[in-house]
């Protein structure tokens, strides 16, 4: 079992920067890729970025990249998603999620991830 909490969503205004981070439970942690999607009302939950279980390789959706920069410390149990030149289009509510299965990460597919977070709210005004 692991659990993952969110932190680091707030409302900001469009331009500038925010961090999230997702902190995970167990000993495991290190072993997982960790992803984060994010889901909009009405809107259908979507990929962002995803990181390896070493931090080697990570992955991102075409509307973040360049961006938004994903990155872990697993001495910390933590990853994070650091998101720049943050727009109105970005708001959301992001979730972060663990892939116990592949440890290169980089699946864009809800359904192969096995832990998710509650979900921390970004809002981007204009």
């Known amino acids: 079992q692991v659990q993952l909490i969110e932190s680091g969503g707030g409302l900001v205004q469009a331009g500038v920067s925010l961090t999230l981070a997702c902190v995970g439970s167990g000993d495991k942690f290190s072993n997982y890729a960790i992803g984060w999607f994010r889901q909009s009302p009405g809107k259908k939950r979507e990929f962002v970025a995803a990181?390896?279980?070493?931090?080697?390789?990570?992955y991102y959706s075409d509307s973040v990249k360049g961006r938004f920069t994903i990155s872990r410390d697993n001495a910390k149990n933590t990853v994070y998603l650091q998101m720049k030149s943050l727009n109105p289009e970005d708001t959301a509510a992001y979730y972060c999620?663990?892939?116990?299965?592949?440890?290169?990460?980089?699946?864009?597919?809800?359904?192969?991830?096995?832990?998710w977070g509650q979900g921390t709210q970004v809002t981007v005004s204009s």
């Open positions: 990181i390896s279980w070493s931090g080697a390789s990570t």
């Open positions: 999620a663990a892939d116990i299965a592949r440890k290169n990460g980089g699946s864009i597919y809800l359904g192969e991830y096995d832990y």
